[in-house]
């Protein structure tokens, strides 16, 4: 009877650790996101991608190693909102237009971008650029003709130029609105604020794309360090992966600290807290 007890209890302890590795290790990809994978600060494989082999659904990574960037696959907005312009007849308009991407190259996205909206920051300049640059060759009534859509295609392919980098494809370039300025004071004044919030948006693109190439070269100079630290003590190496499967498996969730898991001391599990190698 103790023997069959004992047989028991241990098969309840595997599938207790079964359960917490798959839990740890398994993740849902619906079918309207991509996924890429990065391992390290490197993208090693990408799932749903446009084009891609693996589809969506239920999928495994390495635990606590492997790092899930989820990335919207349908289309995505790009707004410019009352920019002013001026036109080829020297008339000053407010522009409000917008711009629907989609992104093709996830891999290029992560390490250009970081994020979807790493893009929408980066694009947001190049739009306003090409578009005062295609509107400034035209007069404003030629703006009010057929001409307007061959202005719009322009600016769409030049946009989709500059959107390739960051690994999107812009599919439409629309102008909303287009009035009449305000008071000059009033224009000037809204105008250095645009200008002030999209350098700093600038800037903070910049620096998170600098972070994330530190981030990046430091997780690969540390895993470098690690190899060749445990490759000289191969004991040190297993107690040290023992110690993080511990953290990720009797962590508590969501800040509860009451959760507890009972184990047999005698556990295969638990051999590191008694000292055996």
């Known amino acids: 009877m103790g023997q069959l007890w004992n047989e028991h209890r241990l098969a309840f302890i595997a599938l207790l650790i079964a359960l917490v590795t798959l839990s740890l290790s398994a ?3 619906p079918e309207e996101e991509q996924v890429v994978i990065v391992r390290t600060g490197e ?3 990408t799932i749903n991608t446009p084009g891609g ?3 969506a659904g239920l999928k495994l990574r390495v635990p606590i190693i492997d790092k899930v960037v989820r990335i919207e696959k349908r289309l995505l ?3 410019m909102n009352d920019e002013e312009v001026l036109s080829n007849d020297q008339q000053r308009l407010l522009v409000n237009a917008y711009a629907r991407f989609r992104i093709t190259d996830p891999v290029r996205m992560v ?3 970081g994020t979807t909206e790493g893009v929408r920051v980066a694009l947001e ?5 090409v578009l005062r640059q295609e509107l400034g060759r035209r007069t404003f009534q030629a703006m009010l003709t057929a001409e307007r859509g061959s202005a719009l295609a322009n600016v769409r392919t030049n946009l989709d130029r500059q959107a390739r980098q960051y690994g999107a494809e812009v599919v439409d370039v629309q102008i909303k609105r287009t009035d009449l300025p305000d008071a000059p004071l009033q224009s000037a004044f809204r105008r250095m604020e645009s200008d002030r919030e999209r350098e700093a948006r600038t800037i903070r693109a910049q620096g998170g794309r600098d972070a994330r190439i530190i981030r990046a070269e430091a997780d690969a100079e540390s895993a470098r360090i690690y190899a060749e630290a445990f490759g000289k003590d191969a004991q040190f190496y297993d107690f040290y992966r023992a110690m993080q499967s511990y953290d990720a498996t009797f962590a508590p969730e ?3 600290s009451e959760s507890s898991i009972i184990l047999s001391p005698d556990n295969e599990y638990l051999r590191q807290f008694r000292g055996r190698r």
């Open 254 to 256: 969501n800040g509860d």
């Open 43 to 45: 993208p090693i494989g």
């Open 77 to 79: 907005d790009l707004e």
């Open 53 to 55: 082999n693996t589809n």
């Open 27 to 29: 993740f849902v990809v």
């Open 111 to 113: 390490e250009r971008a």
């Open 125 to 129: 300049p190049i739009l306003n650029s």
